[in-house]
């Protein structure tokens, strides 16, 4: 059984430029979660999706939008990169139509770095 | 809103020695707490899990108890291992927040042989 896999592991980017990260969720998962993780710190909350729309949302502005497809997979798209977007990138999954709607499996990341 | 705070780190200890990561949270409702786990280079792993009050999660001999009238849900485990090494999250979700993950800003653990 795949867990939540992630793409690409790592990404360079320049400021002002966009970057769309992916992710597919752990088989049986219809829910995907985005996190920001800078360095020494723990993950921040950016939004959540079910049956294709935004669910809810953390305090990042509009720069970040997001987006999910009918096979639960789902993109994170960040426009005009300041330095500051520079972290780890987690994608979490869970499954919101059974018991464990509060436990939510994590990717391993994508690493990305603004220069 | 909800917040995690977790223990100043980062913690060294011998291998055998006893742990003890500190856990206190502020929410509205009835939130459910977390323990999660994150190697170098690796995404997070969930350790343990408490939905209610005196719940008790446990695994790989760690352990965390819900304690609702301290707003606390402290690590522990009695004999660490070099392999434990890692940084140690604290979390929450429900509540008011429900779907989304309160994160304490971790605690980097090393165990030294």
């Known amino acids: 059984d795949a867990g939540v896999t992630q793409s690409p592991t790592h990404l360079i980017k320049t400021r002002g430029q966009q970057v769309t990260l992916r992710c597919s969720p752990k088989s049986g998962h219809d829910t995907v979660s985005w996190y920001q993780q800078a360095l020494g710190q723990g993950p921040q909350f950016i939004f959540q999706y079910y049956e294709e729309e935004e669910r809810q949302r953390g305090n990042f502005p509009d720069r970040f939008s997001g987006h999910q497809y009918p096979n639960y997979s789902s993109e994170l798209n960040v426009n005009a990169l300041l330095l500051g977007d520079s972290a780890l990138y987690l994608c979490a999954s869970s499954d919101l139509s059974g018991q464990g709607i509060n436990e939510q499996f994590f990717g391993p990341g994508t690493r990305l770095t603004v220069l | 809103g909800n917040s995690v705070t977790q223990m100043e780190g980062p913690v060294t200890l011998s291998e055998e020695a006893f742990l003890t990561i500190n856990c206190t949270y502020t929410?509205?409702?009835?939130?459910?707490l977390f323990w999660y786990v994150q190697y170098p280079g690796e995404g997070l792993q969930l350790l343990l899990k408490?939905?209610?009050?005196?719940d008790k999660g446990s695994n790989k001999g760690f352990e965390a108890t819900y304690r609702k009238e301290t707003t606390s849900f402290h690590l522990e485990k009695g004999s660490v291992q070099v392999s434990d090494s890692a940084v140690y999250f604290c979390a929450l979700a429900g509540g008011t927040s429900y779907g989304k993950l309160t994160f304490g800003q971790g605690t980097i653990l090393t165990v030294h042989p």
């Open positions: 929410a509205t409702g009835y939130p459910s």
């Open positions: 408490a939905t209610k009050a005196d």
